[in-house]
């Protein structure tokens, strides 16, 4: 896509909710002029085969992410720190999946 | 196989088969005149909306792997699918009451042009992204009300899908509706290419209302919508969107006719050519 098209038609991140009770999941990203073309283009790319029950599409320039660069300093630190898992009990078979 | 209660019963006011002693309208069995004629009538209307739907759906696909962005060349075929699953319908149900073994395939692929009863519009070749996107638009802006009011209607099988493609031309309006509001109202180029199509495709439009002796003894007897109420709808979604994209008004002085008779553009043949090749070249094949 030209860079004439790139501005015309911004880059928006797209969110589905597979069915009700669970939370919005990314699933890619669509071009579109504006937000609501944007949901239209996100239901024609990504809901065909019944994948949602509700869409979220967000500006790609909204989004503030993290540098890959500081990967190591970021998620490095947590890496060694497997107590903060709760892998260690033993689930009563009452409670079910958690 | 369709009964010969069903058959009788088409067209009937009451969508159940069952007869009821104070239903004024008379039971017809096979064989009777009116009965017949209804038939007749029936299996012209189901070419008809089957043939411009098939058409349509096939120019729209047309634009699988072209499309001027990734989400268009999704959302065009998406349409065109729409429009194949009620082409099949209405093939599916004409093979039914034929009753001669004829499958839907015969009548999308083993037909002539000139057997082909689908409007003018529907066959001209796409154009650009404005003339194919407009043509969506004024298309499903007829079929959206078309359906909606039958659902309401005697035919039990055509009430029933009405239901399914009600919602289905709700988002191609909504879809087209959109793009024709972001094209006249975006660029001047975009403003100059719809303008064009406006042109272009104004004088296809009113064949969408055409009524003849079939489609009023239809209409008489329940089955098919009354074309001055769907052209009310269509009007007024045309004014609402067209103000919306800066268009002039909409009110074409000029309607070609011809394709409810079976008389065709030349772009039909070629459209058949590639349509119908491989059924034609080896028949029977299938996936």
Known sequence: MSDANSELTPLWEVFIRPRTGLAHSHVGSVHAADEV????????????????????????????????????????????????????????DDVGHM | MVSADNIAGIGMSAPDHAAQPQDPAPRQVPGDLPGRAQQDDLLALLMRLGDDHLILGHRLSEWCGHAPMLEEDLALPNMALDLLGTARMCYGYAAEIEGSGKTEDDYAFLRDGTAFRHILMVEQPNGDFAYTILRQFFFAAFMHPFWQEMTGLADPRLAAHAQKAVKELAYHIRHSGEWVIRLGDGTPESARRIGDALDALSPYVGELFETDSISIALTTAGVLPDMEVVQRQFDA????????????????????????????TEYLGHLLAELQFMQRAYPGQSW
């Open chain 2, 237 to 264: 979604t045309v004014a609402q969107t067209f103000r919306a994209a800066t268009l002039p008004d909409y009110a074409p002085e000029f309607a070609h006719s011809g394709g409810r008779r079976g008389r065709h």
């Open chain 1, 37 to 92: 073309m944007a949901l239209q283009a996100a239901r024609d790319v990504y809901t065909r085969r019944g994948e949602g029950v509700s869409i979220w599409v967000v500006p790609s320039a909204s989004i503030t992410a993290s540098d890959p660069a500081q990967r190591d300093e970021n998620f490095e630190p947590a890496a060694s720190k497997i107590y903060r898992h709760p892998s260690f009990y033993d689930i009563p």
